[in-house]
C-alpha cells in the first residue's frame, strides 16, 4: 500500500486532487482511498489531502502518518508547515515551484521532484494569477514518479471527474508529465 | 497542557467571536453604492453576522470586511438595490 | 457499477435507489452532503420524491411521522446534536411503528464543541426502539439502506432503522462503492405498503392514549418486533448476497475467530483498522480475531453467547461512554455473557472519542494486552481508556 499527502491552500484544489488520483488509481484496477483532514476548511489557509492505493481492498480507517510521497501545491508551504513531517525515508516530495534541484528547508532532501504546476496550469486557462488552479497538473506530475499510477490512467480520471474544463486539465497533467524534473 | 489533570473543567475561550477574522473566508463582497443608498438600515437589519457598521443615524452603512463573509443577504434585501456583490479576486 | 464516492453520496444513492417517497432533513455537520445530494436529485428529477424544508431535526422526524402515516416510504439523516433534538419523536416513530430508515453520520456531542466521529449520539437513542445498523466503510452505507427498508418495512418488524456512518471517516472519505442497479433494486426491495393507512375519508387519531392496563402489552409488541427483527435481518441479508453478491448474513461479522485465543468485538469504521492488526498478530503467531458489530438493535445476545463459547477472552472496543458501566457495546456484550462467566472474561476499552484517532498499533496493544489476560487468567481493570494523556506511556 502507498500513502500519500498532498498539502495545498484552501482553493488550490488539493482534496480534488486526491479524489482524482484515488479514481486514476481505480481506473489502474487497484483500490484506493481518499480523504481531507478532517477539519473546518477556509479559502487561503493550508489544506492538506490523503489518498490511499493498495493491490487489495483499503480496510484501514485510520489516518496516514507516514506517508511514501509528499505533494506540494504551493511552495510557500514548505515554509510554513513541515511538509516533510513522518515522510518515509526512501519517500518522494513533488514540489510545484519552477525553481529547479529545490531545497526543502535548507535540507537537501534524497529524492526531491519539482514541476512548474502553476505556469502549466495557467497556461491552459485553469484559474487565475492569484488562484491558479494546480491540482490536475500536479497529478499528471505525480504519475510520473509514481509508477502504481500511469498518465493514461490520470488522463482517464480527469475526463471522468474532473470539474471546469476537461479538455485543458487533461492537457495540463499531460505537459506537467513531461515537465518533471529532479532525482527519484 | 499535558495530562487531563491539567484541563479546566469545560472548554472557554479568552477572546470573542470578534477576534476571529472570519472576512478571510468570503468569496464574494458586498459594495455599497452610496448614490443609491437611502439610509434604511435594511441591510444593517438583516446581517446574520452582525457585520454592516453603522456609528450613527445618518451614516452610511459600511461593510465591516474583517467579519463579512459574503453571504449576500442585504444586496438580496436591499430595497433600492444600491448593493452588489463582486468577486474577491477581481477586486485589486 | 463500480464507483468512487464518499459515505455521505454513498447515503444518498441508497435513498435513491430505495425509491424514497418523502425526504425531511436539516443540515448539520458531518451529514449536510446527504441533504444537498438529495435535493440535487430531486431538482434533478433523478429520484421522484418530495422535499420538505423543515426548521430543525425535530419537525424533520415529526413530517416523516406523517408521512409514513400516509404510506410514502420516508428518509432522513442527522448527527449527534441534531440527533438530539430529534429524541421525543424518535421515541414516537417507534412507538407509532413507523419504518423510518435514517443514516446518522456519527458525532461527538458538545461541549466541548466537537464536529467528530463518537458514537456517543447513537448510544444515546439505544433505548428508543429503534434498530441500529453499524457500517464498516461506505459499501456497507448504501447496502445497509436497502436492507435496512426491507427488515423495517417487514409487516411483523414495522420499526425504524438507524444507518450509522461515522462521521468524517467514512462520510468524506472516498471510497470504492458498487452501486447496484435500480432495476435490480427493485426485485429486492418491493414498494411500501402498509396495513395501517390514513384514510383521509375516515379520520381517526394516531397514536392516541393508552391506559396503564394495556400499556405494558403495547411495549412488549414493540419488543416481539424487535426480537422479530433478527431473522428478517439474517434472511434479507441472505436475499441481498443472491441479488448482488455481498453477504450481510450476520448480525456479528466474524473475522478469524474460529480459532482465536482472543477476539476484539469493534462497531464502525474502526472495525476495518482492527481487521488490519489483527492481521499483522496473525503473521507474528498470535491467534486473534475481530468480531465485527453489525446490528447492536436488536442486540444479538445468541451470536455474542456462541462467540463466547469458541473465544474465552473478548475484549469490546467502544466509542461511547455511559457513564455507568463502561462504554455501551462493553456494559450489554458483558451482560450478554453472563450465563459463561466465569469461564469467559470481558474487557472493555474506550477510544476514538471526539475523533481521536484510533491506530492499528492501537489495536495490536489492545490484543497483546487481551492475550495477557488470556494467559494470566485476570485482568487489572475492567475498562480502560486508549491512549488517554494521563502521563503514562503504556500506549
Not at chain 2, 473543567?9 to 455599497?32: A, C, D, K, M, N
Not at chain 3, 424544508?53 to 402515516?69: N, P, Q, R
Request: hydrophobic share 40%.
Amino acid at each position: 500500500m502507498i500513502e500519500i499527502r498532498f498539502h495545498g491552500r484552501g482553493g488550490q484544489g488539493a482534496v480534488v486532487a486526491s479524489e482524482l488520483l484515488a479514481r486514476a488509481a481505480v481506473m489502474n484496477r487497484l483500490h484506493a482511498a481518499a480523504f481531507p483532514f478532517f477539519g473546518v476548511e477556509r479559502r487561503g489557509a493550508p489544506v492538506t489531502a490523503f489518498c490511499r492505493i493498495d493491490l487489495k481492498p483499503i480496510r484501514t480507517h485510520s489516518e496516514i502518518y507516514f506517508p511514501d510521497y509528499v505533494v506540494v501545491l504551493d511552495p510557500d508551504l514548505v515554509g510554513m508547515t513541515n511538509v516533510l513531517q513522518g515522510l518515509k525515508p526512501d519517500g518522494i516530495v513533488l514540489i510545484n515551484t519552477a525553481k529547479e534541484g529545490c531545497d526543502v528547508r535548507g535540507v537537501k532532501w534524497g529524492k526531491v521532484a519539482t514541476v512548474d504546476a502553476t505556469s502549466i496550469a495557467l497556461k491552459h486557462g485553469l484559474g487565475s494569477e492569484n488562484a491558479p488552479i494546480v491540482n490536475t497538473a500536479i497529478i499528471g506530475a505525480f504519475s510520473k514518479i509514481c509508477p502504481q499510477v500511469p498518465l493514461e490512467s490520470v488522463i482517464e480520471s480527469i475526463m471522468k471527474a474532473s470539474p471546469g474544463n476537461k479538455e485543458a486539465n487533461a492537457a495540463a497533467a499531460k505537459e506537467a508529465f513531461e515537465g518533471v524534473k529532479g532525482v527519484w | 497542557m499535558e495530562t487531563y489533570r491539567d484541563l479546566p473543567q469545560s472548554t472557554y475561550s479568552l477572546q470573542t467571536t470578534e477576534s476571529v477574522r472570519t472576512g478571510t473566508w468570503r468569496t464574494f463582497r458586498p459594495v455599497i453604492d452610496t448614490k443609491k443608498c437611502t439610509r434604511c438600515y435594511t441591510c444593517w437589519k438583516f446581517c446574520p453576522d452582525l457585520s454592516v457598521d453603522v456609528k450613527e443615524e445618518g451614516d452610511f452603512p459600511k461593510v465591516d470586511l474583517d467579519h463579512c463573509k459574503g453571504c449576500g443577504i442585504c444586496a438580496n434585501e436591499c430595497p433600492t438595490g444600491a448593493i452588489t456583490m463582486l468577486r474577491e479576486d477581481t477586486i485589486c | 457499477m463500480l464507483d468512487l464516492m464518499t459515505g455521505n453520496a454513498a447515503a444518498a444513492k441508497g435513498a435513491m435507489l430505495a425509491r424514497v417517497e418523502v425526504i425531511a432533513a436539516y443540515p448539520i455537520t458531518p451529514q449536510t452532503s446527504i441533504s444537498e445530494k438529495l435535493a440535487e436529485m430531486v431538482a434533478n428529477n433523478e429520484i421522484a420524491a418530495k422535499y420538505i424544508k423543515v426548521e430543525s431535526e425535530h419537525s424533520a422526524m415529526a413530517a416523516l411521522i406523517g408521512a409514513s402515516y400516509v404510506g410514502a416510504r420516508t428518509f432522513t439523516a442527522t448527527s449527534s446534536q441534531g440527533l438530539a433534538l430529534m429524541h421525543e419523536n424518535l421515541y414516537w416513530a417507534a412507538g407509532a411503528r413507523r419504518p423510518i430508515v435514517m443514516p446518522v453520520v456519527s458525532r461527538a456531542l458538545g461541549p466541548p464543541w466537537n464536529i467528530w466521529t463518537d458514537h456517543m449520539d447513537v448510544m444515546g437513542e439505544r433505548d428508543t426502539g429503534w434498530m441500529q445498523f453499524f457500517c464498516e466503510n461506505n459499501q456497507e452505507t448504501l447496502d445497509l439502506i436497502l436492507i435496512a427498508y426491507r427488515v423495517a418495512e417487514d409487516k411483523e418488524v414495522m420499526l425504524p432503522a438507524m444507518i450509522i456512518e461515522d462521521g468524517f471517516i467514512l462520510s468524506h472519505t472516498f471510497e470504492k462503492v458498487d452501486v447496484p442497479a435500480i432495476e435490480e433494486v427493485d426485485f429486492f426491495l418491493h414498494p411500501f405498503n402498509p396495513d395501517v393507512k390514513v384514510n383521509f375519508r375516515k379520520p381517526r387519531r394516531y397514536g392516541s392514549l393508552v391506559m396503564p392496563d394495556w400499556a405494558m402489552e403495547f411495549r412488549y409488541n414493540n419488543y416481539l418486533a424487535m426480537e422479530k427483527a433478527k431473522k428478517k435481518f439474517l434472511e434479507a441479508g441472505v436475499a441481498f448476497k443472491k441479488a448482488f453478491g455481498r453477504d450481510y448474513g450476520d448480525l456479528v461479522e466474524l473475522y478469524r475467530c474460529e480459532d482465536a485465543d482472543v477476539a476484539l468485538i469493534v462497531a464502525g469504521s474502526a472495525a476495518g483498522t482492527a481487521k488490519v492488526a489483527a492481521d499483522r498478530m496473525r503473521e507474528r503467531g498470535r491467534k486473534v480475531g475481530v468480531a465485527k458489530l453489525r446490528v447492536f438493535r436488536p442486540f444479538p445476545t445468541e451470536e455474542m453467547l456462541r462467540l463466547g463459547e469458541v473465544v474465552r477472552t473478548i475484549g469490546v472496543f467502544d466509542r461511547s461512554y455511559t457513564y455507568g458501566q463502561g462504554g455501551a457495546i462493553y456494559g450489554e456484550v458483558r451482560n450478554a455473557l453472563f450465563p459463561l462467566a466465569p469461564d469467559v472474561r470481558v474487557k472493555g476499552y474506550i477510544g476514538g472519542l471526539g475523533g481521536r484517532d484510533v491506530t492499528e498499533a492501537e489495536f495490536e496493544k489492545m490484543y497483546d494486552d487481551l492475550l495477557m489476560i488470556a494467559r494470566n487468567g485476570s485482568m487489572q481493570k475492567d475498562v480502560e481508556w486508549v491512549a488517554l494523556k494521563d502521563g503514562s506511556w503504556r500506549w
